[in-house]
């Protein structure tokens, strides 16, 4: 009787013992710290890169025929010294090819092509944008309690917004943090009045909703792996439901990445240089 007792305790204590070690799930100011930290490394230590970028860029427009263009370009990214002697991250690209031909130009005409999200993706969750975003945490599914975390965002009205704000139109969106590593695998964006084309003298601005989605995957550069973009889609909708409804869009992939580094070594006079 006494061991039954005893085994009876024994098993009520188990399920206090069993939750102290499992592991309590972050909160939305421990998931923004975090967020902060992985930022910051990228920020300081990113080398200048390239990588091969495939873009698809279509415009689709009612009663006409679609119009894809197939971009096949080198995508770099490099430091760029400013004024004050800090660095910001600069993005261009070396068109290689349009439709598998070698461009005219390395001028691509197109108002989707993409940008920002190698300097400043990462960077809209996060405590640097704390000022210019309303965060809140999605609760986790009880059903999936080893899912992703999802942080949900919307831009402060545009009368608040401090001048270093990455999103200067109205918008919200999504991030989808993996649970593991605590970094973002997925950026969700919608901006339903986006200036799509600016205008001129001739022709009225052309406004619409953008939506933008960016994944992000582990990239080993050197000694380091930072989280880069692995896919970008765009779409921009002009007129919607209406007869003059135009729709840009692109989906970009990026693979290849490699260090932009230069070697260099000092031979002596007499020395021939090998092949």
Avoid at 39 to 66: K, T, W
Avoid at 144 to 168: D, K, T, W
Wanted: aromatic residues 8%; neutral net charge.
């Amino acid at each position: 009787m006494r061991w039954i007792v005893i085994l009876v305790a024994i098993s009520l204590g188990l399920p206090g013992a069993l939750g102290a070690q499992q592991a309590k799930a972050p909160t939305l100011e421990d998931i923004l710290d975090r967020l902060q930290t992985n930022l910051n490394h990228y920020d300081a230590g990113v080398p200048n890169f390239f990588c091969d970028e495939h873009i698809v860029s279509s415009q689709m427009q009612p009663e006409m025929r679609d119009q894809n263009t197939v971009v096949d370009s080198v995508f770099r990214l490099m430091r760029a010294l400013k004024p004050d002697h800090s660095t910001s991250l600069v993005e261009s690209r070396e068109i290689q090819f349009v439709d598998g031909k070698p461009p005219a130009s390395q001028h691509f005409d197109a108002p989707t092509m993409p940008s920002g999200a190698f300097e400043g993706g990462l960077a809209l969750v996060s405590r640097d944008q704390a000022a210019c975003m309303n965060y809140t945490l999605q609760r986790v599914n009880k059903s999936h309690p080893a899912g992703p975390y999802i942080v949900r965002f919307a831009s402060v009205m545009a009368a608040q917004q401090p001048a270093n704000c990455l999103l200067q139109e109205n918008s919200k969106g999504r991030v989808v943090v993996d649970p593991a590593s605590l970094q973002i695998i997925r950026l969700e964006v919608s901006t339903p009045h986006h200036l799509i084309i600016p205008g001129n003298s001739y022709t009225a601005p052309i406004v619409g909703r953008r939506d933008i989605t960016v994944d992000y995957a582990p990239v080993s550069l050197g000694d380091e792996t930072f989280w880069m973009p692995s896919a970008i889609i765009m779409r921009n909708t002009s007129g919607a439901g209406t007869f003059h409804m135009m729709v840009w869009s692109f989906r970009a992939t990026y693979r290849n990445y490699h260090r932009l580094e230069v070697t260099s070594r000092i031979l002596p006079g007499f020395a021939t240089p090998a092949p």
